[in-house]
């Protein structure tokens, strides 16, 4: 796989994960005041954030709340129990504040950006909004390649460009979120392919589809791979053969975070799906993620147990948009406070296990 | 079951459940910009809170986080791994806000209420500490019963003048903790009568005992059923024979958070036994609890299912302080901020499902 000299340079720029932070972060995690190990999956939070950021005292707060938003061609199939017009009527109801991940976010103090990866109907002109001006959706890939491979690419440059300046502007976590009526029909594609799973396994009921549209779905899905003959390997083959481009879009932040040694939370299926691209551009990207939740899509299970995620809330969501990635926002940091603002036995005097 | 007349009078007090607002609130979840059901969990806890606090936009901020102590004469048989004087000492470390729960409730805003329910040796004289002046620890339960049953009541209505004076001070919502070395093998004795369990499935690692540890607390707790020959409906029976007082305690806090329409966050397996007294003292006020997190303890999940609830985190954490409550308390709150923040699909002028 030969990727574009931008990308190659991108990658050669990921630092490695920090041992011995890591390392300096489980020792002092045995010295706090609790039973060790008594904070759980909180622990083990804490020393990873400790070997992404390099540091002992690691800064992951403001966050921000990144929703790419784009239009999936494949949406002509009727795969999806809502209209495509809907990805750009939400994107105007999340520039309103009035969507669930805006309320999420306002409830830890997140910054939500909305990111127009191409949504068709045109998005309103709105301040807020960041356009990339690139196209118009993807095209239907039960007919033809979702987008050129060169613009696969791109999107992916762009991606890790806007989580750089994100770091540049002082934000040191991002929490990816997307929203695209028809994409959990281009990720059970992208999950099928890399896991070497059946489609019948990655296809689940997305917003929620009756039995007809889900075999639907999975017969279009089964037709597609068999007709672009991928490698499980080639990045940029999938995502330009299925989409969307705010998964491309979500696979660069994940790229340019990790340049940046910002931790990254995953959300639902799609971002799985992106987070799975960006893994086979470099094999321990997946040390920066963390699962904010496993949603009721049955092939997101299998997109974590191939990243060797394990979720940190399990509450029957599917919607999406960055919901559960917020959500688990508090826990991450509250697994950050833990490590840094607990006494030591010793500095607490608090006597520890009898001998 | 004779109570005495003010805990008679106390739960008189409490409000019906009003299924009203949890039926309004349900009917609002469904026309809100998403697909229904898809924030899951989040959606059935907002719908909760409507019934609790008898409103469809209710305040459940600021949140109080308790966190009441007491020492277990029960320790004297070497049922736990720590000291029982590391109470005492944690009481001093969450005064000084360096525990976990310290760092926990930073992390949502939540004000700690340090609580000495009767520890030995003494607590600091501290303005931060609410000292109840109240006994000395429970005797130890394999001997003699923890406490009179007249402590029993007493405690019980001092937790819940405490949780009132809260909601007086402007309070919304409790989160309920505990520390008590000794205090997970009182828990297990108290679980294992309420719900007709073996002491052996309802006792855990606690403060992750060694074997030989683990044998000694499940004979003793055999042994003291066998010796106190309980009704397992008579919720003061039980207290008094196990105790402890902090579970008393909590068990009022309960009970008053109720009367005042309070939602209340349980934490792990002590906080439970609490939930199962207070449930046999008014069998309808489960419906004011939400399960914070399911602890690593075995008997937190028999414990919860008696309940019926669902717990929002689990984490594999077992350290109690209310750890696992308050860092659900943002879930909480998340899921009230959707019910009341969101648009509908009318309102945001969003296409619904193809019909």
């Known amino acids: 796989m030969t990727l574009s000299p931008p990308l190659t340079e991108l990658i050669s720029q990921v630092p490695p994960f920090d041992e011995s932070a890591a390392a300096a972060a489980r020792t002092r995690q045995d010295l706090l005041t609790k039973p060790q190990g008594s904070l759980g999956q909180l622990e083990a939070l804490s020393v990873q954030i400790a070997g992404i950021t390099g540091c002992l005292d690691p800064e992951i707060e403001p966050t921000a709340?990144?929703?790419?938003?784009?239009?999936?061609?494949?949406?002509?199939?009727?795969?999806?129990?809502?209209?495509?017009?809907?990805?750009?009527?939400?994107?105007?109801?999340?520039?309103?504040?009035?969507?669930?991940?805006?309320?999420?976010?306002?409830?830890?103090?997140?910054?939500?950006?909305?990111?127009?990866?191409?949504?068709?109907?045109?998005?309103?002109?709105?301040?807020?909004?960041?356009?990339?001006?690139?196209?118009?959706?993807?095209?239907?890939?039960?007919?033809?390649?979702?987008?050129?491979?060169?613009?696969?690419?791109?999107?992916?440059?762009?991606?890790?460009?806007?989580?750089?300046?994100?770091?540049?502007?002082?934000?040191?976590?991002?929490?990816?979120?997307e929203m695209g009526i028809g994409n959990t029909t281009a990720a059970a594609a992208v999950v099928a392919v890399i896991t070497d799973s059946s489609p019948s396994a990655t296809t689940g009921r997305g917003t929620m589809i009756d039995d007809d549209t889900w075999q639907k779905k999975v017969s279009v899905i089964e037709q597609a791979i068999a007709k672009h003959q991928l490698d499980s390997k080639d990045a940029i083959g999938i995502l330009s053969a299925f989409g969307g481009y705010e998964t491309g879009f979500l696979c660069g932040c994940i790229l340019g975070a990790a340049s940046c040694r910002m931790p990254v939370i995953l959300d639902g299926y799609p971002t799985s799906a992106a987070a799975l691209l960006a893994e086979l551009l470099h094999p321990d990207i997946k040390k920066i993620m963390i699962a904010g939740h496993c949603s009721a899509e049955p092939g997101h299970r299998l997109a974590l147990d191939h990243l060797e995620l394990k979720p940190l809330l399990n509450l029957s969501m599917r919607l999406g948009e960055g919901s559960g990635a917020a959500l688990a926002i508090p826990i991450v940091t509250a697994a950050v406070r833990c490590l840094n603002e607990m006494a030591t036995f010793e500095e607490a005097a608090v006597a520890g296990r009898k001998t």
């Open 65 to 177: 709340v990144i929703v790419a938003a784009a239009t999936h061609g494949v949406c002509e199939e009727g795969v999806s129990a809502f209209p495509a017009e809907v990805t750009a009527q939400m994107v105007t109801n999340f520039l309103h504040g009035t969507a669930a991940i805006n309320a999420l976010a306002r409830n830890c103090n997140a910054e939500v950006f909305i990111v127009d990866a191409g949504v068709v109907p045109e998005c309103p002109d709105d301040e807020k909004l960041h356009h990339l001006g690139f196209g118009k959706g993807s095209a239907n890939f039960a007919k033809q390649a979702a987008m050129e491979k060169s613009e696969a690419e791109s999107i992916i440059e762009r991606g890790a460009a806007f989580a750089t300046k994100l770091h540049q502007q002082g934000i040191r976590m991002i929490s990816l979120g």
